[in-house]
Structures are given as structure tokens and as C-alpha cells.
């Protein structure tokens, strides 16, 4: 099993992902809740994907797990503007 954990800026803020499974396969991106961590995906799920010849990916989202944590609270105007902005 290749298992890469790995960390990507993003608009300057640090995002641990998990990425399994060959590079030139099929990719399937699983995305959480506002507040998940890339656990809230089963580690079967993930690995079935991957044995059935699929790229799987998951990540943590800013603020929680392994992702760079933000200075305060997040106040929820501003998480609204961040995704009208796509930062």
C-alpha cells in the first residue's frame, strides 16, 4: 500500500492530505464537513478504493487535524467570504 502523507499551502495556509493509490489512476477526492478531520472517511473505504485501482485522497480542513490552525475563532462572515473567494 503506498500511503503519502503530504502538506500543500493553500492561499498561505498549511493543508495536510493523505494521497493513496497510483499517480496516473482515476483520482476520487473526498471532501469533509466544515469542521472534519480526513479521518471522518474509513480507513476501509479508502483502502478498498485504492485496491480496486483508484487514486484516493483526503484531507484535513484548515483549523483542524494536521492543517495549519488559525490565529482565533473563525468568524462565520469571514469563512462565507473565504468561499466566495475561493481562498
Given at each position: 500500500?503506498?500511503?503519502?502523507?503530504?502538506?500543500?499551502?493553500?492561499?498561505?495556509i498549511?493543508?495536510?492530505y493523505?494521497?493513496?493509490?497510483?499517480?496516473?489512476?482515476?483520482?476520487?477526492l473526498?471532501?469533509?464537513g466544515?469542521?472534519?478531520?480526513?479521518?471522518?472517511?474509513?480507513?476501509?473505504?479508502?483502502?478498498?478504493?485504492?485496491?480496486?485501482?483508484?487514486?484516493?485522497?483526503?484531507?484535513?480542513?484548515?483549523?483542524?487535524?494536521?492543517?495549519?490552525?488559525?490565529?482565533?475563532?473563525?468568524?462565520?462572515?469571514?469563512?462565507?467570504?473565504?468561499?466566495?473567494?475561493?481562498?
Open positions: 500500500m503506498t500511503v503519502n502523507m503530504k502538506t500543500v499551502k493553500a492561499n498561505g498549511a493543508i495536510n493523505e494521497d493513496r493509490g497510483p499517480a496516473d489512476a482515476t483520482p476520487i473526498f471532501v469533509n466544515y469542521t472534519s478531520t480526513m479521518m471522518s472517511w474509513p480507513e476501509e473505504l479508502m483502502e478498498g478504493l485504492r485496491e480496486k485501482g483508484f487514486r484516493v485522497i483526503r484531507y484535513d480542513n484548515r483549523d483542524v487535524g494536521k492543517s495549519e490552525k488559525l490565529s482565533g475563532l473563525p468568524k462565520m462572515p469571514d469563512v462565507a467570504a473565504a468561499v466566495r473567494e475561493g481562498r
